[in-house]
């Protein structure tokens, strides 16, 4: 149980699009809580954004109107729409599971919330100016 594979990732200019997928393998959990990270060199992984079992979802002010998380429970895939892509999203793209589903904060799923069981290997987003 709980293995993640990521994909999608690659070489873009600003005002680009680009699609992740996360495929999860081994009997993932319907009841759990997704999300994708990001991370660059020298800096702390931070949320972008979060989906609930229920399909709730919660994003970054930082990507919000521009990034868009869905999954496809049939192909236990979870994606992330990225449009409008600018230079500052550049980094290394995780996806995370959480059998236990999201944790809530004020009704939404959290995005300060980092201990997901789950982690894939990443895959590698860079966006020219």
């Known amino acids: 149980q709980g293995q993640l594979a990521e994909s999608g990732g690659g070489s873009v200019q600003a005002g680009g699009s680009l699609r992740l997928a996360c495929v999860a393998s081994?009997?993932?959990?319907?009841?759990?809580?997704m999300a994708w990270f990001r991370q660059t060199p020298g800096n702390e992984r931070e949320a972008v954004a979060v989906?609930?079992?229920?399909?709730?979802?919660n994003y970054a002010d930082s990507v919000k109107g521009r990034f868009t998380i869905s999954k496809d429970n049939a192909k236990n895939t979870l994606y992330l729409e990225m449009d409008a892509l600018k230079p500052e999203d550049s980094a290394m793209y995780y996806c995370?599971?959480?059998?236990?589903?999201?944790?809530?904060?004020?009704?939404?799923?959290?995005?300060?919330?980092?201990?997901?069981?789950?982690w894939g290997q990443g895959t590698q987003v860079t966006v020219s100016s």
């Open positions: 989906i609930d079992s229920d399909g709730s979802t």
């Open positions: 995370a599971d959480d059998p236990w589903g999201c944790t809530l904060i004020s009704g939404s799923p959290s995005l300060v919330y980092r201990d997901y069981k789950y």
């Open positions: 081994g009997n993932p959990s319907r009841g759990s809580c």
